[in-house]
Structures are given as C-alpha cells and as structure tokens.
T-cell receptor, first 108, second 117 residues
Framework: SQQGEEDPQALSIQEGENATMNCSYK?????LQWYRQNSGRGLVHLIL?????REKHSGRLRVTLDTSKKSSSLLITASRAADTASYFC????????FGAGTTVTVRA | GAVVSQHPSWVICKSGTSVKIECRSL??????MFWYRQFPKQSLMLMAT?????????EQGVEKDKFLINHASLTLSTLTVTSAHPEDSSFYIC?????????????FGPGTRLTVL
C-alpha cells in the first residue's frame, strides 16, 4: 500500500538553484529510500537513510529523516537540467511503499 | 551495480489476449522479485512479491488469476497479464532484491509499457 505522501507535487526551478521536496509517512520504518525516475523509465536508487540516522549526504544530495514527525526531506543542491525527473520516497519494511512523487523541472 | 532487465520494453496487444513480461537479474541471483504497476503521472503500486520456487504473494485488490507470476529460477520472473483489457494498459516495472544485500536496496528494471487496444 502507498504510505508516503510527497510535497510538493511539482517543482520548477532555475538551473543552479536548490530543490527541496518532503515526504511524510504513517507507520514505523526500518529505513527510507529515495529514488529518481526519468520520464518513461525505471527507477534509480539515490540514497537510503536508516531509521537511526538523521541526515545523510551523497554528492549534491542531502536527505534528512525525522522519525518523530515521520517525515523526510531530499535536497538537491546546485541543480542541473539533468536533474529533471520525478523523485519518490519509499518506506521499506522489506517491500517498498512509494510516495506519490515530486516532479522536478530544472530550467536551463 | 546490479542490473535488472525487462522484456519487452513495450508491447501493444488486442483486448482479450495475454501478454507475458519477463524480468531478469543479469549479474546476481534474486531470491525475491517484485512487480509494480504505474499509471501515468502516478506512483508505483506494488502488485505482488515473487519468491523463487514458491507462489507469489499478491497485494490486496490485485487479481492473482489475471496477473500470473512465475519465479521459476533465481534470475527470472515472469508476469503474464491474461485476457488483457484497455484498463490494464500501464507501465509495469519489476525489481529484484539480492540475498546478502545488507542495504536493502532493490534494483529496478527499465519497465514495460503495455497498451491494450
């Protein structure tokens, strides 16, 4: 079942700006993962954050997790046109439950 | 990294026919594979979990007699959409989880776009 809800649904930014999207979930989690999907393609795993972690970095990506608020955020810094895609959070209790996704458009 | 392939990448069929979609893990053995369906501009919805050598576990609301899943080997799972109808038109994506992958990462196939006329 779909557990995560993402906000905003869509985001349009200028190249070089930062993009922030949020994800809220309902039940306890082992970990939370973020994925990217280019239009009409499969998913690419971006980053995994465990329930006992609060923040994690990977290149231009920064993920935070607040288990008390059952929320996570994904920040993409210094965005590029190639970052244009849909981004999904997914909670993991062995099977993944995906959020509705945020569609990010980076304008050149 | 681990690679998962799907075949075909797209298929168009007539209403009432059956379509088989293959999901293969190319460089690892996948004890568990997952099948998702994604409608346009929507998220991925898990349809079923497929374990090698056993029956698939279907999510609530997914008709097991309509969506037949076979996981006969550690590298291949198939999804057969039987008696397809236009409302079955969707993007079907599989993923695989390898044993011993401590990070709980799932590796996704590129998806199969099914259009039922």
């Amino acid at each position: 079942s779909q557990q995560g809800e993402e906000d905003p649904q869509a985001l349009s930014i200028q190249e070089g700006e930062n993009a922030t999207m949020n994800c809220s979930y309902k039940t306890s989690i082992n970990n939370l993962q973020w994925y990217r999907q280019n239009s009409g393609r499969g998913l690419v795993h971006l980053i995994l954050i465990r329930s006992n972690e609060r923040e994690k970095h990977s290149g231009r990506l920064r993920v935070t997790l607040d288990t008390s608020k059952k929320s996570s955020s994904l920040l993409i810094t210094a965005s590029r046109a190639a970052d244009t895609a849909s981004y999904f959070c997914a909670t993991d209790d062995y099977k993944l439950s995906f959020g509705a996704g945020t569609t990010v458009t980076v304008r050149a | 990294g681990a690679v998962v392939s799907q075949h075909p990448s797209w298929v168009i069929c007539k209403s009432g026919t059956s379509v088989k979609i293959e999901c293969r893990s190319l460089d690892f053995q996948a004890t568990t594979m997952f099948w998702y369906r994604q409608f346009p501009k929507q998220s991925l919805m898990l349809m079923a979990t497929s374990n090698e050598g056993s029956k698939a576990t279907y999510e609530q609301g997914v008709e097991k007699d309509k969506f037949l899943i076979n996981h006969a080997s550690l590298t291949l799972s198939t999804l057969t959409v039987t008696s397809a109808h236009p409302e079955d038109s969707s993007f079907y994506i599989c993923s695989a989880r390898a044993p011993g992958q401590g990070l709980h990462e799932q590796f996704f196939g590129p998806g199969t776009r099914l259009t039922v006329l």
